[in-house]
C-alpha cells in the first residue's frame, strides 16, 4: 500500500497503489488528509528529500514524527473544535456513506465526504474504515478535532475533481489516481 | 503557415497574436479552438495538455464562434484556465459548473487612492504589518462578518447590493461592480446546507492559494484619457483585492458537478472528459446550477466588498484620516470565474449566450450598454494581477473583444511552474528577503504558500497583457509596481 502526491500545473494529483479496494479508499483518504494538515513544518521540509517531483507517503511520515510545533503562528486556525482543551484529543468518529456507482465515482464522492468532514466538521481523520457493497460505500472518518496547537493548515483543498479521475484492478491489487483542486 | 501535431490536436498560426486548433470532428469538436498567444507564448504551449482541453471545450453541444483561450491559458481540470465558450441555448447549447470553476466569481477589485508613494511610504511596512494583521487571510481563516442563516439568504439574493443596504457598501462601490456586484436570477435556496456551513464565517476573507491584497504604485500610465476617467495617476497608490466565493463557492460547484454525473447521458450527450459534466441551459439541471452559481457570485462579490471594507478600516487607522478622504474608491470590481448570459453578435446575427470566463475577464468596449455610465464613454476597466514581484496592469476594454471573444480578455500571468516545483525552486532560499531587494513587502502566512506564488511560477505577465493588447481584446492604461502583499 502506498500513495503518493503528483504535480499538476495549477494542481495536485494523488497516485495510490493497494491490495484491496477498501484499502485504496483509505489510503486515498490519508494521502488527502496529509495535504489538508500539514506536518509540524509546512514549509517544504515535508518532501525535501523527494526528488521526483512528489512527495511521498515517507517524508509526510517522517516529518510528522520530528514534532509537535506549529510551523507559522497564525496560519493555524481551528476548521472546528476548541484549541487546546479535552476535546481536541478525545476521538471523533464522523461516518460517511456514498451511493452505489462506479469506482471511480464512488472513490471522488468519498473523498469529496472526507474534505467536507475536515472542512465543515473540523475533525482530522487518522483512519478511514470503509466497506463497499450493493447499497453503495459505508465508511468513517476517525480522528480528532483540528486543534491549532497540534495541527498545522496545509494547503486549501478546493475540490476532488473528476479530471483524469482513475480507477483500475491491476495485477496484484488496485490502482487510482485523482485530482485536487488547490 | 506552420503546423505543430500533438496527440491529434492540430496548432496553427493564424496571425501574430491568434493561433488555431482546427474543427477535428474525429475528436468531437462542433467548432474550431482559438489560442490568443504571440510565437514565443504558442511555443511555450507545445505539447502541453490545456490544447486538448481547448479542443475537448470545442466538442460541448451549441458552442458558438470557437473554443477560446486566452494568452494566460494553463492546465486545468476540464476546461483549461484562461478559457472561454459562448453557447446558445436556442441551439440546444449547454451550461458547465467545469467551465467556470470551482472558485465561482473568482475576480478582481481595485481601489485607487490619492495617496502619493513619496507621502506614503514612511508608513508602508506599518500600512502592511497592520493589513496582515487585520484582514483575515490564510486556509480555512474565518472572518469578522458573521451572518446568520436569514442573512446569508439575503447577501446570496443581493450580493454586493445586501451590502449597501447594511451600510458596508456605498452607492459608488455597487454601481462600480461588474453586473451591479449583483446577478440576478440567484438561487439561494438551491445552495446546500454544507456549502452553507462550508462558506457563511468566510465573507471578507483572503483564502489562501492565488489570492492576495496587494498594495501597488502606479509606475507608469500608458493611456492618459482612460487613466484619468479610472482615476489613476502615475506615482499614486493602489490596492488590488483578488479573492472568490471561498468554501460556499467551492461546495456550489462540486454539489453540481456530482449532481451532473449522469446527466449529459440523459440528454445524448457524448464527452471526452467527465469534468466538463453539463446540462442543457434550458434543463432543470442547468437552470438549478445557474441559480446556485448566481448565488454563489453573490457571496464573491460580498466578499470582495467586505474585504476592502477592511482595507479601508486599515488605511484609516495607519495614516489617520477617514478613507474618503484618502480617496479610497473603488475603481471596478471584475469576475473571472463566472457563466453570464449576453448579447452578442456571432456568424453576422443577435444571439443571446451563456459566456462561460473560466479565468477570463469580461472586457466591454466602451459604448456598451452594460458598463456603468462613469466609464460608459472609455470602457470597462480590466485588471490583470502579475506575479507578486513583477506588476500587475490595468487594462481597458477593446475594441475588438466583441468580435473575437465575446468580450473577454487574460486575467493573469498564468502559471508556469506547478506547485511543487515552484516550492522546490524556492528551497534554500530567502523569498521574503528576495522580495524585499526587489522593493516587495512580502507578508504571507504560510512560507510554503509564498514559494507557491513565487514570480518564478508565473509567466511574465508582460508578455501576456503584449498579446491581448495587440489583439484588440483589451489595451494597456497602467502599469501598477507591487509594494507589498499579504497572502494566505
Redesign the interface.
Given at each position: 500500500m502506498s500513495w503518493r502526491?503528483v504535480?499538476?500545473?495549477?494542481?495536485?494529483g494523488i497516485e495510490v497503489e493497494a491490495r484491496t479496494r477498501e484499502e485504496l479508499f483509505a489510503e486515498a483518504a490519508e494521502a488527502l488528509t496529509a495535504l489538508l494538515v500539514?506536518a509540524p513544518d509546512?514549509?517544504?521540509d515535508a518532501?525535501?528529500d523527494a526528488d521526483d517531483?512528489?512527495?511521498t507517503e515517507a517524508d509526510a511520515a517522517a516529518a510528522t514524527a520530528a514534532g509537535g510545533a506549529v510551523?507559522?503562528a497564525?496560519?493555524a486556525?481551528a476548521?472546528g473544535g476548541a484549541a487546546g482543551d479535552a476535546d481536541a484529543v478525545a476521538p471523533v468518529e464522523v461516518p460517511v456513506r456514498v451511493p452505489p456507482?462506479d469506482d471511480a465515482?464512488m472513490l471522488r464522492?468519498w473523498l469529496?465526504e472526507v474534505l467536507?468532514v475536515f472542512?465543515?466538521d473540523g475533525v482530522v481523520g487518522r483512519e478511514f474504515p470503509v466497506a463497499i457493497g450493493p447499497d453503495g460505500l459505508t465508511g468513517a472518518v476517525r480522528g480528532t478535532r483540528f486543534d491549532p496547537a497540534r495541527h498545522s493548515?496545509?494547503?486549501?483543498v478546493?475540490?476532488?475533481?473528476?479530471?483524469?479521475?482513475r480507477v483500475e484492478a491491476v495485477p496484484g491489487g488496485w490502482r487510482a489516481a485523482v485530482?485536487l483542486?488547490? | 503557415m506552420s503546423t505543430a501535431k500533438r496527440r491529434g490536436v492540430g496548432f496553427e498560426r493564424v496571425d501574430d497574436v491568434s493561433w488555431r486548433i482546427p474543427r477535428d470532428e474525429s475528436w468531437g469538436m462542433r467548432v474550431d479552438g482559438l489560442v490568443f498567444a504571440d510565437a514565443a507564448l504558442a511555443a511555450d504551449l507545445e505539447g502541453d495538455p490545456s490544447l486538448e482541453q481547448v479542443a475537448n471545450v470545442a466538442t460541448l453541444p451549441g458552442i458558438r464562434g470557437a473554443s477560446l483561450a486566452m494568452p494566460d491559458i494553463?492546465?486545468?481540470?476540464?476546461f483549461p484556465?484562461g478559457g472561454v465558450a459562448a453557447t446558445d441555448a436556442s441551439l440546444g447549447g449547454v451550461v458547465s459548473p467545469g467551465g467556470v470553476?470551482?472558485?465561482i466569481n473568482c475576480g478582481v477589485r481595485l481601489l485607487r487612492t490619492d495617496l502619493r508613494l513619496e507621502d506614503a511610504e514612511p508608513r508602508l511596512r506599518d500600512l502592511m504589518d497592520a493589513l496582515f494583521a487585520r484582514v483575515p487571510a490564510?486556509?480555512?481563516?474565518?472572518g469578522p462578518f458573521a451572518f446568520d442563516d436569514a442573512e446569508l439568504t439575503d447577501l446570496l439574493a443581493g450580493g454586493a447590493q445586501y451590502l449597501r443596504r447594511r451600510g458596508l457598501a456605498t452607492d459608488d462601490d455597487v454601481a462600480q461592480c461588474e453586473a451591479g456586484g449583483r446577478i440576478e436570477g440567484a438561487r439561494p435556496d438551491l445552495v446546500s446546507e454544507?456549502a452553507r456551513?462550508?462558506g457563511a464565517d468566510q465573507c471578507g476573507t483572503v483564502?489562501?492559494?492565488n489570492h492576495f491584497i496587494e498594495v501597488q504604485v502606479v509606475e507608469r500610465v500608458e493611456d492618459r484619457r482612460v487613466a484619468a476617467a479610472f482615476g489613476l495617476e502615475e506615482g499614486c497608490l493602489t490596492v488590488l483585492i483578488h479573492s472568490g466565493s471561498r468554501?460556499l463557492g467551492?461546495?456550489v460547484?462540486?454539489d453540481f458537478?456530482?449532481d451532473f454525473?449522469g446527466v449529459p447521458e440523459r440528454y445524448g450527450i457524448e464527452l471526452p472528459?467527465?469534468?466538463l459534466?453539463c446540462a442543457p441551459i434550458a434543463s432543470p439541471e442547468g437552470q438549478a446550477y445557474l441559480g446556485a452559481m448566481r448565488a454563489a457570485a453573490n457571496f464573491g462579490f460580498a466578499n470582495r466588498q467586505l474585504l476592502a471594507v477592511q482595507v479601508r478600516d486599515t488605511f484609516e487607522a495607519v495614516f489617520e484620516r477617514p478613507w474618503p478622504r484618502l480617496g479610497l474608491e473603488l475603481v471596478y470590481d471584475v469576475a473571472h470565474n463566472i457563466a453570464k448570459e449576453e448579447e452578442h453578435e456571432v456568424d453576422g446575427e443577435r444571439a443571446t449566450l451563456l459566456v462561460h470566463r473560466k479565468g477570463a475577464t469580461r472586457a466591454f468596449p466602451a459604448g456598451h450598454p452594460e458598463l456603468p455610465a462613469r466609464y460608459a464613454d472609455v470602457g470597462q476597466p480590466v485588471f490583470v494581477p502579475g506575479d507578486m514581484g513583477r506588476a500587475s496592469w490595468v487594462l481597458v476594454g477593446g475594441p475588438r473583444s466583441l468580435e473575437r471573444s465575446f468580450g473577454s480578455t487574460c486575467h493573469g500571468a498564468g502559471?508556469r511552474?506547478?506547485?511543487?516545483?515552484a516550492?522546490?525552486a524556492?528551497?534554500g532560499r530567502d523569498l521574503r528577503g528576495e522580495l524585499e531587494e526587489r522593493g516587495v513587502i512580502a507578508l504571507a502566512?504560510?512560507?510554503?504558500g509564498l514559494?507557491e506564488e513565487q514570480p518564478d511560477a508565473y509567466k511574465d505577465v508582460d508578455a501576456v497583457v503584449d498579446v491581448v493588447h495587440r489583439a484588440g481584446l483589451s489595451t494597456r492604461v497602467a502599469r501598477l509596481r507591487p509594494l507589498g502583499v499579504i497572502k494566505?
Open positions: 502526491h504535480a499538476h500545473t495549477a494542481d495536485v500539514a509546512d514549509d517544504g518532501d525535501a517531483g512528489a512527495a510551523g507559522d497564525g496560519s486556525t476548521a456507482g465515482a464522492d469529496a467536507v472542512e465543515v493548515r496545509g494547503l486549501e478546493k475540490a476532488v475533481t473528476y479530471h483524469g479521475l485530482l483542486d488547490v | 494553463h492546465w486545468g481540470y476540464g484556465i470553476g470551482y472558485d490564510g486556509v480555512g481563516r474565518s454544507r456551513r462550508r483564502g489562501s492559494g468554501g467551492y461546495q460547484c462540486d458537478l456530482r454525473q472528459d467527465r469534468q459534466a502559471r511552474l506547478s506547485r511543487h516545483a516550492v522546490r524556492a528551497r502566512h504560510s512560507r510554503k514559494a494566505g
